[in-house]
């Protein structure tokens, strides 16, 4: 009998014991998460690589590239005090001011950082590839980037700037239309306006600046620089007609020097002409005399001839001398240039 009454309470006691220890045996069998050795690098942190040597990787979550190179990427971290280097990692999602300030533009992107010198590079994601880059020194033959291409430099932090606002306008249009379940074209409008009021307001701004800073000059200093404006507004108005007026003038002289030019030319052929026609009135007066000379002096020679020959007892009259020839000819000469001189007085 008694065995009887205890036999349904013992059964009913194991049963509860086996269900206590089937739900306790999930949280037994629970392992905890492996430790990552990849440092996440934020907007906060990122000055870190500025010191040291550093290896960062830009990925995002959808990416499948970024994900194959996952399990390389946290081998190279384990070994990373073997080979003294940090490594780090860049989600492009939560951190879009980071991947402005280095520029990414493809995924997935791998950066070399030596004391604040960055290096990209371009190989692949490989653990052996990245292993040998570093103990080899391979980063010593790229190209570093310098100047406005360096992650510290102005630029870049403006345009890590511009990324970051890009990224919360994003993450701002993904919970209208997401979250909340506003259409696509009603978030983009807000937008416009948003746009259009912030252009208004930020304009609205320079003007009360300018308008703060500005400095009015006084009152008869004004009044000088007008003066001095329409002076000069004036003289320039004046510079065109006084240039008409001298080309006016430069005519008139030049048609008048011509005027002249011509006059002196045609007094100057009357005067040739008229000294021709005296040369032609006194060339008949210098033949007649020289007509005459020569007769006078042929004479007696011509009276010989006429009688036939001398008689014997009287006297020849002799010829010329050669002398008195020279002599009748230089008399001659006189003469004509004696008319000649007459000729133009007269």
């Not at 511009?162 to 306008?169: E, R, V």
Request: glycine share 8%; hydrophobic share 35%; net charge negative.
């Amino acid at each position: 009998m008694a065995g009887g009454h205890w036999g349904p309470l013992l059964t009913a006691l194991l049963a509860a014991r086996v269900a206590a220890a089937a739900e306790g045996s999930p949280e037994q069998a629970a392992l905890p998460e492996e430790r990552s050795w990849v440092r996440p690098m934020t907007a906060s942190n990122w000055t870190l690589v500025m010191e040291g040597e550093w290896m960062l990787k830009f990925y995002a979550p959808w990416c499948p590239s970024c994900q194959q190179t996952d399990s390389e990427w946290e081998t190279f971290a384990k070994n990373g005090e073997i080979l003294q280097i940090s490594v780090g990692k860049v989600d492009v999602i939560q951190e879009p001011g980071l991947s402005g300030r280095f520029f990414v533009t493809t995924l997935p992107a791998f950066f070399h950082a030596k004391d604040g010198i960055f290096r990209r590079y371009r190989g692949p994601g490989v653990y052996e590839d990245l292993q040998n880059y570093i103990l080899e020194k391979k980063w010593q033959s790229v190209e570093p980037l310098t100047g406005w291409k360096s992650p510290a430099s102005l630029t870049m932090s403006g345009m890590a700037g511009l990324f970051s606002i890009s990224g919360k306008i994003w993450h701002l249009h993904n919970y209208f239309t997401v979250t909340l379940g506003i259409p696509a074209w009603c978030s983009y409008v807000f937008f416009v306006m948003a746009t259009l009021i912030f252009g208004l307001f930020m304009g609205l701004v320079l003007v009360v600046i300018s308008e703060c800073f500005y400095i009015p000059l006084p009152r008869h200093l004004s009044e000088r620089t007008e003066q001095t404006r329409r002076s000069e507004e004036a003289h320039k108005a004046e510079q065109p007609q006084d240039a008409e007026e001298e080309k006016d003038d430069s005519n008139e002289e030049e048609n008048k020097d011509s005027l002249v030019d011509e006059e002196e030319e045609k007094e100057d052929l009357g005067d040739e002409d008229e000294a021709e026609e005296d040369e032609e009135e006194d060339s008949p007066a210098a033949r007649v005399d020289e007509e005459r000379s020569d007769a006078q002096d042929q004479g007696p020679l011509r009276e010989v001839q006429e009688r036939g020959g001398a008689e014997p007892g009287e006297d020849v009259p002799a010829q010329p001398s050669p002398a008195h020839s020279e002599a009748a000819e230089d008399t001659l000469r006189q003469r004509r240039s004696q008319h000649a001189d007459k000729g133009p007085q007269v």
